[in-house]
């Protein structure tokens, strides 16, 4: 059994982190290789939906339903929203390439995303 929740700390904050559906999660996987700027986009925004602060009052969503930051010092940071979605990504993804490496095929996680110059 997969664990459903996943705590990291970047900048200093804590966030969980909440597996996505595996029909999701498949999807993402399927569009990975093939998606432009808009859907990299979406796919980001499902990936930040599944992510929330910690904080003393229990977990806050970091990214709203509608796709609008619920934290507002994330829209500008950079680094943290990058570093959320990697772990985010790989939390739920990682599973299916650790099966595929022992096939040998390689992961997009370490390369980088599409039109995102490295």
């Given at each position: 059994?997969?664990?459903?929740?996943?705590?990291?700390?970047?900048?200093?904050?804590?966030?969980?982190?909440t597996r996505l559906p595996a029909?999701?999660?498949?999807?993402?996987?399927?569009?990975?290789?093939?998606?432009?700027?808009?859907?990299?986009?979406?796919?980001?925004?499902?990936?930040?939906?599944?992510?929330?602060?910690?904080?003393?009052?229990?977990?806050?969503?970091?990214?709203?339903a509608d796709g609008r930051w619920?934290?507002?010092?994330?829209?500008?940071?950079?680094?943290?929203?990058?570093?959320?979605?990697?772990?985010?990504?790989?939390?739920?993804?990682?599973?299916?390439?650790?099966?595929?490496?022992?096939?040998?095929?390689?992961?997009?996680l370490t390369s980088s995303p599409?039109?995102?110059?490295?």
């Open positions: 059994m997969h664990e459903k929740t996943k705590d990291i700390e970047v900048d200093g904050q804590k966030y969980q982190l029909l999701t999660a498949n999807w993402i996987l399927h569009r990975l290789s093939k998606s432009d700027e808009e859907e990299f986009n979406k796919i980001q925004r499902y990936l930040l939906k599944s992510c929330s602060l910690l904080t003393e009052k229990g977990p806050i969503p970091i990214m709203m619920a934290i507002a010092s994330l829209e500008f940071n950079l680094k943290a929203v990058a570093e959320i979605t990697n772990e985010a990504m790989g939390f739920n993804l990682d599973d299916f390439f650790d099966a595929g490496a022992s096939n040998g095929r390689s992961s997009p599409p039109n995102v110059p490295k």
